[in-house]
């Protein structure tokens, strides 16, 4: 994976694990807000798509526009419908 996706995807993993962090924390609180939790939980959920979604673009941007020249779009066509069951 090309240093740009791959340095955007960890930042937003290192986001998404400082709210999982704070919600960790927070549940050793017996007074923790359920909404508050579920909020946190959403944050988490979307930081991780977020990552999802730059290392699927870094993989397009990298392998699959130039499939068709080298001759291997088939190849990539299934390793993209693969890649997709984890979206």
């Known amino acids: 994976m090309p240093e740009a996706p791959r340095k955007r995807a960890r930042h937003r993993l290192a986001i998404a694990r400082g709210h999982l962090e704070s919600i960790i924390k927070s549940l050793e609180d017996p007074h923790v807000y ?6 946190q939980l959403k944050a988490v959920t979307a930081a991780l798509e977020g990552a999802g979604d730059v290392v699927l673009r870094g993989h397009l941007e990298a392998h699959v526009v130039g499939a068709q020249e080298r001759g291997d ?6 390793e993209l419908m693969e890649a997709l069951k984890y979206r």
């Open 73 to 78: 779009a088939t190849e990539i066509v299934d």
């Open 34 to 39: 359920c909404m508050d939790v579920l909020r």
